[in-house]
């Protein structure tokens, strides 16, 4: 095993920023993404639709070290201990690019967009979606400013485009079941819901 080799691709996945893994991570002012939704706000069809989780702020050993831990909701440890769940909505994108530190870095490839429920980004997809009653019709720009507890994020809807779904959404197109695998390795065990797909 390569230790070295495993530090340094950790520094620069931190240095770049976002779309590590199959979460679009905005880590710095100014980090943004083009995509297109792939998940509609509501919808009949389960499997199109998008996903929202209850996470809890968990203070680590520092300071500044917080990590985010799923709600597993009736005797959660978490809301026993009085710490509020906070509402995410996980939303699969087809990502074209993402840019960070003034470097653009073509991506296409399905990754999951993970906002809080009370973002303004998420406040103007569901205006967007009451207006046209969809998401998935344009490519959005969402970006991030701001930094520590000032940080924002937006979402700008772009000219609605015919979407051609190309070759490499298709070979990474993540199913509901490996989405919640995802959100279990970043989040920690979710119990009691049995979702495939």
């Not at 679009?24 to 993404?33: H, K, L, P, T």
């Not at 597993?72 to 087809?94: H, K, M, W």
């Amino acid at each position: 095993m390569d230790v070295i080799s495993i530090i340094e691709e950790e520094q620069n996945r931190r240095k770049m920023g976002g779309a590590i893994g199959e979460f679009v991570i905005f880590r710095d002012d100014g980090d943004a993404a083009l995509v297109r939704f792939l998940d509609e706000l509501k919808s009949d069809d389960e499997k199109k639709v998008a996903r929202v989780i209850s996470v809890h702020e968990v203070r680590g050993p520092s300071r500044d070290d917080f990590r985010s831990m799923l709600c597993t909701g009736d005797g959660c440890q978490y809301c026993s201990e009085g710490n509020r769940p906070i509402r995410r909505v996980l939303l699969r994108a087809f990502v074209y690019w993402f840019e960070s530190g003034g470097k653009r870095e073509k991506v296409h490839a399905v990754k999951v967009i993970d906002l809080k429920a009370s973002s303004m980004a998420m406040a103007e997809l569901v205006n967007d979606y009451r207006a046209r009653n969809t998401i998935t019709d344009s490519d959005y720009l969402v970006v991030r400013t701001g930094t520590g507890f000032d940080t924002k994020y937006s979402a700008r809807r772009q000219d609605a485009s015919p979407f051609k779904y190309p070759k490499t959404a298709q070979k990474t197109w993540i199913t509901l079941k490996r989405l919640r695998e995802l959100v279990e390795a970043r989040y920690g065990e979710q119990q009691g819901e049995g979702e495939e797909g």
